[in-house]
């Protein structure tokens, strides 16, 4: 099981330098819950996740989403980013992604080419998906 079976190639990207209301509205339109966040060589920089826009003092009984979302027309990608990025490349198993996303309790990876550029992402759900292949594949085998 290779990662390029499993990963989303269509990948939705930001800027550093966009603003969250915007990206908020993208992610959200693209009903995606992760977007890389890449420089103008494809090289990933950031991620950004809907965990990231959340206000951390948000109440209880927001009245709209912007209580809940920072979606500040004053606040950049870069501003809230995590800039760290641990990714996978295209040439490692789908078992190690696995690790990975359970190990540190993440919701998606970038996938990298052998240039460090972003090719795809890949999510939780497509591990799952992955899975559901595996167990077909060995009822079939019975």
């Given amino acids: 099981m290779r990662i390029t079976q499993y990963m989303t190639d269509k990948v939705h990207t930001a800027d550093p330098k966009d603003g969250l209301r915007q990206t908020f509205f993208r992610m959200r339109e693209a009903r995606i819950r992760h977007m890389p966040v890449v420089d103008a060589q494809r090289h990933v920089v950031g991620i950004i996740s809907d965990r990231d ?35 996978v490349h295209t040439y490692d198993s789908i078992g190690k992604a696995a690790a990975i996303i359970r190990e540190r309790r993440f919701g998606a990876l970038p996938v990298l080419n052998k240039d460090e550029e972003l090719v795809g992402v890949l999510s939780a759900i497509d591990l799952v998906r992955a899975l559901e292949d595996l167990l077909s594949t060995q009822k079939a085998g019975k």
Avoid: G, K, Q
Avoid at 61 to 86: C, G, Q, W
């Fill in 53 to 87: 826009l959340r206000r951390p003092d948000w109440v209880d009984e927001a009245p709209d989403v912007t209580h809940v979302y920072r979606l500040d027309d004053d606040l950049l990608v870069e501003d809230v980013m995590s800039r760290n990025v641990i990714a």
